[in-house]
């Protein structure tokens, strides 16, 4: 038997194309490239002809005559205009099982045509449409997977953790859509490789940059501009990737707030604005061996600024880490001349160097150094005057996690019928939950109040080994397993997280797909639940707040019904353990003492259905999908013990999307959904004090509550269309002009309710209460407009 080894390139740009597929001519074989386009199999002595193709990409026949080991580099030309009939006849029995039933590549094209919301395409938003994946709120970018919380997702970007993938609070991720290369979602039959979050990994590749030729593109949108440039540094050899991206919105805002309060303007202000920048750098060594620099910079920033004079300050609105005023302890009174700054800032900070080489025909190794950090912080300054003394007080806090890392990872072919896989992994987590500043001053007195910080340090060990392993032309399996060690405070946690995936052919048509996947996750988050700030902590498992686990099992069938339409339906069955929930009438307000006296660990449960009906060649492409599940959760002290349905609950989840081609200038996007509401509590009782007339915040009450999630929120649906008009310009440049509404027939949809006392008199007199719940809608119909011009 010989090798055949090489790399699958772009054409025009030489990016490496991950998960081409190559396959013989006669379809008894086939392997897909890995993250770095690399690919390795055995053939007999003789003549081959290889088939070589990629979704979006002509197919490629190449024919050898193989004497010896052979290396050949695969370039593809994109597609220009996919024909209904196009077919590429590979027999997908005999490709190597490199993704299970619940791994899901997203085609980049797919993302960037989903009609945007605010002239803005998303990533996190497109991954809605996968069956089992759901959205928290409308608008919103966050994401719960087969009945998992968003802080249960493990979101890579080329292979680092991001703990924060929203800006905008929350309606917008942080990732530049012109600057991905690759997305692949996980809901089960995770690879060994992967561990530290129970529900979903999203594994997202950014683009090396053009070694043949400089290129880019300018957008400019409703919310936001972004400029992408790359190029070659040393053609053909070392080649650069760079994306900024910024708000617009601050430009403006100020300037419609003087319209809408031109008399008081300068006593409220309030603004917000965000970017991102990512950076790559690619050099190959030599053919075998390559070396990546990446560096990437995102930040959210609010700001608000009043002024007035004759108001009434109240002194103990910011709680110490014991809830006491951290400002002046004064009670509330009368005071002139007072004004108040706020900031809040938050964002994440990533840089990595990445080596790897094809050390020999059979074995790929990659090594991987990374700091990763997510810092939130705040600052409050207040300025008044006081029996004519300045005061001045200032609350500055900040609060985060930074990650040291180094991973290193060896793929082994020793035959066509295993592809072996290990690695080892180290992070050194630096958990500091907050810094806490306070500094009074008036005229010449000073009184500095640093409130002690918990900065917890921990150790995460990993070690994975897996094989994929063609045990007949029929039968597939991955196998593998993961070991971890995460340490903190004299404190030793370790788990073995075993993985299975196994798929039968059928026929050449009908596969039948099962799985089961041991998780398991060392890290918490803490949220306020908030409509904008966001104010979220990651935690480290103590003593008493121990790791989270969970365990699925998932069976499903693909059936290929025609060369261009697939069906698949999957079921799983998902329980969870060591989950959190706060416990009866505790909030989290930022600060994380005491944290674990304000949750109680549980545990969860989640299983569904999963039905999709795709078609992916020809002009009309689209995806049909329906989700059917229910997620619960069960506290010793919550909801008297017994089972409750979680927050993120929709029973019911109906996904329509199509895109449709009219000619090399014009493509129509159209989408759907549907979707039961979200749970939440309503109170059965409230007393308000009779004898104190109501006014807004000032009425006595005692609250009773029945059940933990007791009220299901209205339905939510919409509809959104979507247009691009390219018009092509000399020197391959061209402009592309994106028409958008969302929420096409303006469904007033419930992104919260909330309870409203209305006060009257009955026939006698007597005052009567009356509870209502009224409903906050942030999106009606929203047209909007961008323009990209790429060069």
């Not at 959210?300 to 009043?306: E, P, S, V, Y």
Request: proline share 4%; with cysteine.
């Amino acid at each position: 038997m010989l090798r055949i080894k090489g790399c699958v390139t772009d054409i025009k740009t030489k990016e490496v194309l991950i998960g081409a597929t190559i396959s013989n001519n006669e379809a008894s074989f086939g392997v897909i490239t890995n993250s770095y386009g690399f690919f390795s199999f055995e053939h007999p002595k003789g003549n081959v002809q290889l088939l070589c193709s990629y979704l979006g990409y002509e197919t490629v026949v190449i024919d050898l005559c193989l004497s010896k080991d052979t290396t050949i580099n695969i370039p593809l030309s994109p597609t220009i205009f996919q024909m209904p009939d196009v077919e590429i006849k590979v027999n997908k029995s005999n490709i190597r099982m490199d993704n299970g039933l619940g791994v899901i590549t997203v085609p980049i094209s797919t993302i960037k045509n989903i009609p945007k919301l605010f002239g803005e395409s998303d990533l996190m938003k497109s991954l809605q449409f996968v069956p089992g994946v759901q959205q928290t709120a409308e608008g919103k970018s966050n994401l719960t997977v087969r009945g998992g919380s968003p802080d249960q997702n493990l979101i890579l970007l080329d292979g680092i953790p991001i703990y924060n993938a929203d800006h905008a609070f929350g309606f917008l991720s942080v990732f530049n859509t012109e600057a991905l290369k690759n997305v692949t979602l996980y809901k089960s039959g995770y690879p060994a490789c992967f561990g530290g979050r129970l529900s979903s990994v999203i594994d997202i590749n950014t683009k090396d940059g053009n070694k043949d030729a400089f290129s880019g593109s300018a957008t400019l949108g409703l919310l936001a501009g972004s400029v992408n440039f790359e190029g070659p540094i040393v053609k053909d050899r070392t080649s650069f990737f760079f994306s900024a991206r910024r708000s617009l919105v601050d430009l403006y805002l100020i300037g419609l707030q003087e319209l809408a309060n031109a008399d008081d303007f300068e006593t409220n202000r309030t603004n917000f604005s965000f970017y991102d920048i990512s950076a790559k750098i690619h050099h190959k060594i030599g053919d075998k061996t390559s070396i990546y620099t990446m560096v990437y910079n995102g930040r959210d920033k609010l700001m608000n600024r009043t002024g007035n004079s004759d108001i009434s300050v109240s002194q103990d609105d910011i709680p110490d880490r014991n809830g006491n005023s951290v400002l002046n302890n004064t009670p509330n009174e009368e005071i002139s001349n007072s004004a108040s700054v706020q900031d809040w800032k938050w964002g994440n900070t990533i840089y990595a160097i990445r080596l790897n080489s094809a050390v020999a025909s059979k074995m790929f190794l990659n090594t991987t150094f990374a700091y990763n950090k997510y810092q939130y912080k705040t600052t409050v300054d207040k300025s008044y005057a006081n029996d004519s003394v300045n005061v001045i007080d200032a609350l500055n806090y900040k609060s985060g996690v930074n990650d040291y890392s180094i991973s290193l990872n060896c793929e082994y072919t020793p035959s066509n019928k295993h592809f072996l896989r290990s690695g080892f992994q180290f992070v050194y987590h630096d958990f500091f939950p907050e810094v806490l500043l306070v500094h009074s001053s008036g005229n010449e007195a000073t009184t500095p109040n640093t409130q002690p910080s918990q900065e917890v340090r921990s150790r995460e060990y990993s070690y994975y080994l897996e094989d994929n392993w063609s045990i007949s032309k029929k039968l597939e399996a991955n196998m593998g397993t993961r070991f971890s060690l995460f340490t903190v405070d004299g404190l030793m946690y370790h788990a073995f997280d075993p993985r299975l995936s196994l798929r039968y052919m059928l026929t050449n048509k009908l596969s039948i797909v099962a799985d089961y996947t041991h998780m398991e996750q060392y890290i918490h988050m803490l949220s306020n639940n908030s409509l904008l700030l966001q104010t979220d902590l990651w935690m480290s498992s103590t003593s008493s707040i121990k790791p989270m686990r969970a365990r699925q099992l998932s069976f499903g069938v693909n059936l290929s019904i025609a060369p261009q339409l697939t069906f698949s339906f999957a079921s799983y069955y998902k329980n969870m353990n060591n989950v959190i929930e706060y416990k009866d009438g505790a909030t989290f307000s930022g600060i994380s003492s005491g944290w674990e006296d304000k949750v109680e660990s549980g545990i969860g449960r989640a299983y569904g259905a999963e039905f999709a009906l795709e078609k992916n060649l020809g002009k009309t492409t689209g995806t049909l999908s329906y989700t059917i599940s229910k997620t619960e959760r069960k506290f010793n002290k919550i909801n008297s013990g017994d089972w409750f349905p979680s927050k993120y609950d929709r029973r019911h989840y109906i996904n329509l999307l199509v895109m449709h081609k009219l000619n090399s200038k014009i493509d129509f996007t159209l989408n759907w959904v549907y979707s039961s509401g979200i749970m939440m509590t309503i109170p059965v009782m409230r007393v308000v004090t009779p004898d104190i007339p109501y006014y807004p915040g000032k009425f006595d009450e005692l609250t009773q509550l029945e059940n933990r999630n007791n009220y299901r929120m209205p339905a939510y649906h919409r509809l959104d269309v979507g247009v691009n008009y390219t018009r092509k310009k000399k020197k391959n440049r061209c402009g592309i002009w994106n028409f958008s509404i969302y929420n096409l027939y303006n469904q007033m949809n419930a992104f919260k309710l909330y309870e409203e006392i209305d006060v009257s008199r009955n026939d006698v007199g007597k005052l009567v209460y009356t509870k209502k719940l009224k409903q906050v809608t942030l999106f009606p119909i929203i047209p909007s407009i961008s323009y990209m011009y790429k060069f």
